[in-house]
């Protein structure tokens, strides 16, 4: 799946597990790609289901609670 600040490969039937993949095209530095991805795992509730996000250079740019929202918004549309 892909939204306008990540993709998403998520998978329905595992333990619920997470990770993030940032990746040297979405900064060069490490300490921008570690902070993003602390980020987004203190947003990521718990899951009965695998996810695999892709952030994009666009979710540099949003503040925490913005991150925080558009993790509960694809948290709500992968659970239905």
Request: proline share 5%.
């Amino acid at each position: 799946l892909s939204f306008s600040y990540f993709s998403v490969l998520y998978y329905p039937h595992f333990p619920g597990r997470v990770a993030i993949v940032t990746s040297t095209k979405l900064s060069k530095s490490a300490v921008v790609r570690n902070r993003l991805r602390r980020q987004i795992y203190s947003c990521i509730p718990k899951s009965d289901f695998d996810i695999i996000l892709f952030p994009k250079q666009s979710m540099l740019k949003l503040s925490h609670d913005q991150i925080s929202s558009e993790i509960d918004s694809l948290v709500s549309k992968l659970s239905h």
